[in-house]
């Protein structure tokens, strides 16, 4: 059902990011957008984003290209069920995508500027996973392919999997790092990266100076 993957895909965008921006804004006087602005080209910064967008232009092509038929669809239109799932796990990414941005508060955003100092946020969906926002946007993405399943979307996916773990393990985490410190580095030990106790963090070295490893 391309059809359906592109309003699904709109919606997705409409809710996660145009209504969560202007709740920002309402909010701060700021959108939230960080983005790439200021990265080197060829930074890890810069990998992380042009990955993500990449993710996102792939999941726009992917239903587009199954509907002039420049992609074989892996199911016909009369997997309902595949369908169904696929529906059914993009609204449950949808919401859970929704309620951890709201979780952060005036904490949100998009990218990571590295002069600002914001909150860290441990409540909420943030109490099992440090990144509740990324892993149900992974569960948003994999509703998508079920919806339009085909080459390039999945592909998609994948470019979305590795601009995340890119974004988390190279970028957000050494920032909150040197921003939060040890209080940072205990909650990265108590909590997982994507999925509740997996990927949590222990540190080596010297006391208060130690660097995070995954433990």
Do not use: K
């Amino acid at each position: 059902m391309p059809v359906l993957a592109l309003i699904a895909y709109a919606l997705y965008g409409a809710i996660g990011f145009g209504i969560r921006a202007v709740v920002h804004h309402r909010r701060t006087g700021s959108t939230g957008f960080v983005g790439i602005a200021g990265s080197p080209p060829g930074s890890i910064e810069w990998l992380a984003g042009a990955a993500f967008v990449l993710a996102l232009a792939g999941g726009v092509a992917a239903p587009l290209a199954q509907l002039v038929g420049l992609v074989e669809p892996w199911t016909g239109s009369s997997d309902l069920a595949v369908h169904a799932l696929g529906a059914a796990v993009f609204a449950a990414g949808l919401a859970g995508t929704f309620w951890a941005q709201l979780a952060m508060g005036d904490s949100w955003r998009v990218g990571v500027d590295s002069a600002a100092r914001t909150d860290l946020v441990a409540s909420g969906p943030f109490r099992w996973v440090r990144n509740p926002i990324f892993s149900w946007m992974t569960i948003t993405g994999v509703g998508l392919v079920l919806l339009a399943p085909n080459a390039l979307a999945v592909a998609s996916l994948a470019a979305l999997l590795i601009a995340l773990e890119i974004q988390v393990r190279a970028v957000e985490e050494p920032y909150l790092t040197r921003t939060h410190g040890d209080a940072y580095r205990c909650y990265a030990a108590s909590t997982g990266r994507f999925l509740p106790g997996i990927g949590r963090l222990t540190t080596s070295g010297r006391p208060g100076g130690s660097r995070p490893a995954e433990g």
